[in-house]
């Protein structure tokens, strides 16, 4: 298996994203639903910013109360 690489400025990095478009995209549709829904529900202006802020950290508040109910 041959790895590409490509040109960064003057740096060249190997390409090795082939294969997580899935979860890209996951993650994706994920935070435009909680993005609209926190939308949704704000009053003002800074709520929505603040509703932003908080759709792109959830999945980490989720993944950290998930560890939590598995006592991990």
């Given at each position: 298996?041959?790895?590409?690489?490509?040109?960064?400025?003057?740096?060249?990095?190997?390409?090795?994203?082939?294969?997580?478009g899935a979860w890209g995209g996951a993650?994706?549709?994920?935070?435009?639903?909680?993005f609209i829904y926190y939308l949704q529900?704000?009053?003002?202006?800074?709520?929505?910013?603040?509703?932003?802020?908080?759709?792109?950290?959830?999945?980490?508040?989720?993944?950290?109360?998930?560890?939590?109910?598995?006592?991990?």
């Amino acid at each position: 298996m041959s790895e590409e690489k490509v040109k960064v400025g003057s740096v060249n990095v190997n390409n090795n994203w082939k294969g997580h478009g899935a979860w890209g995209g996951a993650y994706g549709l994920a935070f435009l639903g909680a993005f609209i829904y926190y939308l949704q529900n704000s009053d003002t202006f800074w709520i929505g910013v603040l509703g932003f802020l908080k759709a792109l950290v959830w999945p980490a508040f989720l993944i950290y109360h998930i560890y939590g109910l598995l006592r991990m």
